[in-house]
């Protein structure tokens, strides 16, 4: 039997965040300013998922593509048991983020590398946990958004997360006419057609990727 979909409205968003316990410290400073600021910002719900889903994975680090005002990677690090390394390319934003991070006390286990992220992740050799993709709206074309599930996809370790924001690129990815929209449709498909990744779209906010490396064989369904 088909259901239908529930389309999520202002209203219901309302609702959703109305059950989250209050951020507090620097989390909650920084809601108040990035609501009326140009800087990108996952969202208190968006946070604590993928904060429980890091937790839930045990995961002990995560590399973070894109850290803006350094508000997702203090969800990344309350989620893990270990460091986070943001990927900022904005000499301004990195310093920002910096400051934010320090302030809540996370120096010492969040890094923020001035680095484009494309650019760092093919000269340096990592594996981490979980990547955490929130760049899909601001690559230049589709190939370095391939580039960037590529790259990322590879320095996962078995059993490691795959996650990125803007997956639903505000309704436009049914009928991706706009570069960012573009970019985000070519991700979706490259993470739904990968053999072994296990993945679905959750539409929080602006919709989140979500995504396992498979540690043993899928099983058939």
């Known amino acids: 039997m088909k259901l239908e979909s529930l389309a999520m409205t202002p209203a219901l968003d ?9 951020s507090n410290g620097v989390l909650a400073r920084l809601e108040k300013e990035l609501e009326g600021d140009n800087l990108p910002a996952i969202g208190p719900a968006v946070g604590r998922l993928l904060a429980l889903l890091l937790r839930m994975n045990r995961c002990v680090d995560v590399l973070e593509l894109g850290t803006a005002a350094g508000y997702s990677a203090l969800w990344l690090a309350n989620g893990c048991t270990g460091r986070v390394l943001s990927l900022e390319s904005d000499p ?21 590398v001035k680095a484009d992220a494309l650019e760092y992740l093919e000269g340096t050799v990592i594996e981490v946990d979980a990547v955490f993709n929130d760049l899909l709206n601001s690559f230049p074309d589709e190939a370095a958004a391939e580039r960037s599930f590529r790259l990322s996809f590879e320095r996962l370790r078995p059993g490691g997360l795959l996650l990125a924001d803007n997956a639903l690129r505000r309704g436009e990815v049914v009928d991706p006419g706009s570069r960012g929209a573009r970019n985000v449709a070519r991700y979706n498909r490259l993470v739904a057609g990968e053999p072994s990744l296990e993945s679905v779209i959750v539409p929080l906010r602006d919709g989140v990727s979500l995504a396992r490396k498979a540690d043993l064989a899928l099983p058939t369904v």
Not at 14 to 22: K, Q, R
Not at 96 to 108: F, M
């Open 92 to 112: 301004g934003r990195a310093r920002l983020a910096r400051a934010n991070i320090a302030e809540a006390g996370l120096a010492d286990r969040i890094e923020v």
């Open 14 to 22: 309302g609702y959703l965040d109305s059950l989250l316990p209050p």
